[in-house]
């Protein structure tokens, strides 16, 4: 009995010496989980941001309007001309007033100073530039609603829609990029963000200060909010915008004629004077002196105003 005791206390410190299985002592600490679980959160909301920048990744030729950290949004109502394009314009528009301003006073100084107005050439061109930028927006806006209706019409939801327009503009496009696919793009990736369809449409919408899109954010913002048809909603929208564009065109067809002839009336007395110049230079001589020029700058001004008068007659808006 006693041995038995003996050799049952010497065994206890050999079992006390055996190594302690880690898994049993291991304590798994509740901060790390709840750290990695946030990691796994944060991780998945950082795609919409990649995407969001590789959307505004090719716009240009405009101011951007920033929107949180990394992103920025293109502002439709101001185009920004690049170096190399305000350059250009400068110097083309200069040497055409110089050429001018010598044609009808024959006189390098007076014609250095007309020159200087093509400084402010630059300034109607970039508005030139985004008459027609907007222009090509509208249009593009069109297609994307008859996309957009389709998509909702086959029965998808209105994320889907938004990402099978962008798909289908990418096709219609020749070089599968322009405005309202970055556009769309970014509204796909601020819907995996969290943000509600009418918020990041109403913010294109205010953007672009187009009056289609203006409406149709509004009506699509009341709609989802009241529960309204939104399949109905996109199809008159896409109908009414595309009526409008057909009237837009047919105008444009029937002002085109007179749009030619006009430009012709105003090139006419240029190439006249530089006619007689050429042919009977002595015939012309007097209207480079005294009362002369007073004569000239009178008729460069009439026809200035004949300019003006000719692009509001012809600017016919729907």
């Not at 050429?278 to 001589?285: F, N």
Request: glycine letters at 8%; one cysteine or more; hydrophobic letters at 40%.
């Amino acid at each position: 009995m006693n041995r038995g005791r003996k050799d049952k206390i010497e065994l206890r410190p050999e079992e006390h010496r055996q190594p302690i299985p880690q898994t049993e002592t291991r304590s798994r600490s509740p901060g790390k989980t709840a750290h990695n679980k946030v990691n796994k959160r944060s991780y998945s909301r950082i795609r919409p941001r990649i995407s969001i920048r590789a959307a505004t990744r090719g716009s240009s030729n405009g101011p951007s309007v920033r929107e949180g950290a990394g992103r920025q949004l293109q502002d439709y109502t101001v185009y920004r001309l690049s170096a190399g394009q305000r350059l250009g314009c400068i110097m083309l528009s200069g040497l055409v007033f110089y050429g001018v301003g010598f044609l009808f006073y024959h006189h390098w100084v007076i014609a250095g100073m007309a020159s200087l107005v093509g400084l402010l050439v630059p300034r109607y061109y970039s508005r030139f530039l985004l008459e027609r930028r907007k222009a090509a927006l509208s249009m593009q806006f069109k297609q994307a609603l008859y996309s957009l209706s389709s998509s909702l019409a086959a029965g998808k939801s209105v994320e889907n829609g938004f990402r099978e327009a962008v798909a289908d503009m990418k096709l219609l496009s020749p070089d599968g990029d322009h405005d309202l696919i970055r556009e769309f793009s970014i509204i796909s990736a601020k819907m995996e963000y969290g943000q509600p369809v009418e918020e990041a449409l109403q913010d294109f919408a205010r953007r672009s200060e187009l009056e289609d899109i203006v409406n149709f954010s509004d009506v699509f913002a009341t709609c989802k909010r009241t529960g309204g048809d939104l399949v109905e909603v996109v199809r008159r929208s896409s109908a009414v915008i595309g009526e409008k564009m057909d009237i837009q065109q047919e105008i444009s067809v029937m002002v085109a004629q007179k749009r030619f002839e006009a430009r012709v009336m105003f090139a006419t007395p240029f190439l006249f004077v530089l006619f007689m110049n050429i042919s009977a230079a002595d015939y012309m001589t007097p209207l480079y002196s005294g009362t002369g020029r007073l004569i000239s700058t009178g008729c460069l001004l009439l026809l200035g105003c004949c300019l003006l008068w000719i692009n509001k007659i012809m600017k016919i808006n729907v």
